[in-house]
């Protein structure tokens, strides 16, 4: 497929003036095709026909949005190779890992689509009428959850297909019944114009309304800022940094009508690494660590970035096996240039932090790898200085010691709101872990024993999200079954005439859809 570089505002594809070029992560040279920077005015007609098409989308059965969720999984899988090479090009991520994010993108449109057919996600709930109800008769009461909205989806820089254009939020929102207007990451123009063309395929062929899907580009932060503010807009799905979700949630909070804003901002992912655990395999886990750490450069929503264990000689011997493994670690292009800048910035900062120690770096290699880096702190330096906490989006952590359990409870108990939290642990660490338990649920999203918390499974028990600042929204997910509730809400309908009703409450169930009958399944 021939890239044009035009914005897909609906049906009607158009360029622009001014324009930008992708840039190939591997080379630095400019890839050839100019890429359309979106208007004011293409924002407000995007967010138009999304306004448009809602009533009508919304209104589709959950079969019918789930035809078209598989749809788009065809589509996709259509391009064959084409669009995880070009995303190679713009990301610089290496095939295999393109191949099985192709594979994630699609298997989770198509999860949805088992999620609608299995009609449990409309939560019909049906309160027949007692009119011989003493002392108050009740009114037949019925209710399901719509739609809350258009919704503005941002793709992220880490995740070019599996948190994009055709992404979690994207699919999660249509499955709602949300129209999507897509801001394409300035990163990846090429990627994003090829999963949009293919989602705009799709609508054509189940017949939806222009609007439902819009694909916006260019790299001024104003068209971002405009998307948000717009009326149309109900809600927002980014994934990205603390700094850039807390400024999407402040124009969304200002606006006349506020919206909520899910934005996926900020997680170290702790480790906690327990004694016995420790003593009995310290090198075995330092290397885990270690391939963890280091896995895509540390660009992962859920790189351990924070160690956490009891001072002694079996964490010495960690993190001199932890240095050993670092040293061999290749070195992997970062995503674009302004991340590896960043992160050459927050090294040197966390560096310069009183009371950190420089242990290992890994080799360098070329202008915008990755120099994976590793330091140590002990707990009272830790609990003492807010900036020890903060992510360093990366292969970068920080290793802290303390004297006791009650200082790594203590030191528990200061963390900020997390994605993951780990721990590393034996039968006999069992007690410890459970004294820890009720702070690392508070803590948060998702907990492991045993594990390392980069690989995020896409399934119904899934949770990736957690309290702030890893999620602005720590109620709900962005991956797994449960991300649709972010774009649902629940309406009520009293003493309607069945004509009145959604199918989804008629009488006769005609959408032979899972009802709650009068408080029971």
Known sequence: MTLTGELLVGSRPRARAETFHAVDATTGQTLPTAFSCATAEDVGEACMLADAAYDTYRATSPAERARFLDTIAEELDALGDTLP????????????????????????????????????????????????????????????????????????????????????????????????????????????????????????????????FSLLGGPAHAIGAALVSDGAIAAVGFTGSRAGGLALSAIAAARPVPIPVFAEMSSINPVFLLPAALATRADALASAFISSLSMGAGQFCTSPGLVLAIAGESLDRFKAAAARALATVTPQTMLTSSIHATYKAGVAALAARPGVHLLATGPESGPRACHATLFTADADAFLHDPVLSHEIFGSCALIVSCPDFETLHTVARRLEGQLTVSLQMDATDTDQALALMPVLERKAGRILANGWPTGVEVCPAMVHGGPFPATSDGRTTSVGTGAIERFLRPVCYQDLPDALLPAALRDGNPLALHRMIDGTD
């Open 85 to 212: 090479e070009r995303a190679h090009r713009e990301s610089g991520l290496p095939m295999a890992r393109l191949l099985g994010e192709r594979a994630r993108t699609t298997g989770q449109l198509r999860l949805f689509a088992r999620l609608l057919r299995a009609g449990r996600c409309v939560d019909a709930r049906i309160d027949p009428a007692q009119p011989e109800r003493t002392p108050i008769p009740r009114a037949d009461l019925r209710q399901i959850r719509i739609g809350i909205g258009p919704v503005a989806v941002f793709g992220a820089s880490n995740f070019p297909l599996a948190f994009s254009v055709a992404g979690g939020d994207t699919a999660s929102a249509l499955a709602a019944g949300c129209p999507v207007v897509a801001r394409a990451h300035p990163a990846h123009p090429g990627t994003s114009e090829l999963a949009g063309r293919a989602i705009l395929r799709a609508v054509e062929r189940c017949g939806l309304p222009d609007g439902v």
